[in-house]
């Protein structure tokens, strides 16, 4: 696309291939949403099919689940176009998701493995999200740090 048909180009693209720290943040991101969308699915129906102990409940929640997914996905979608708004969104998610992994490493069951995985997903893209590599390429500047002149 021409310079003349997009005034306004996003200038992380001009910097270069995207950085493979921020497309591993991004895959997690959208492996979270996955995970979610994949939860919510199975709890839906399962509440529509199955006979929980409450029906309403258990579609309720598989709902909830989908449209929570967006949240990931839509930032992973953001972290590979190199939108400097997605950084937000995936890290409120991995803040998000930390609580989740600790409840299933508190319960006596099979979840204990789901909360580690989850636990290991979720600060392993906290610092992905948070390395200046990562920040560079989305073209966020701390404050105090004006945006760096073009050449």
């Known amino acids: 696309m021409s310079s003349e048909q997009n005034p306004t180009p996003n200038p992380a693209e001009a910097d270069g291939p995207r950085p493979r720290r921020l497309t591993l943040a991004a895959a997690l991101a ?15 129906v399962r509440g529509i099919t199955g006979a929980p102990d409450d029906r309403q409940q258990a579609i309720t929640l598989g709902v909830t689940l989908v449209v929570l997914a967006l949240l990931p996905l839509l930032a992973a979608r953001g972290l590979l176009l190199r939108r400097s708004w997605s950084r937000g969104p995936a890290v409120i998610t991995q803040i998000m ?18 909360g580690i995985v989850l ?3 979720a600060v392993a893209a906290l610092v992905l999200l948070i390395n200046p590599e990562t920040t560079r390429a989305l073209g966020i500047h701390g404050p105090g740090h ?6």
């Open 30 to 44: 959208a492996l979270e949403g996955a995970a979610l969308v994949i939860g919510g699915g199975w709890t839906f």
């Open 97 to 114: 998701a930390l609580p989740v992994a600790y409840s299933l490493l508190q319960a006596d069951s099979v979840a204990i493995p789901a």
């Open 119 to 121: 636990a290991v997903v």
């Open 146 to 151: 004006p945006e760096e002149p073009r050449r």
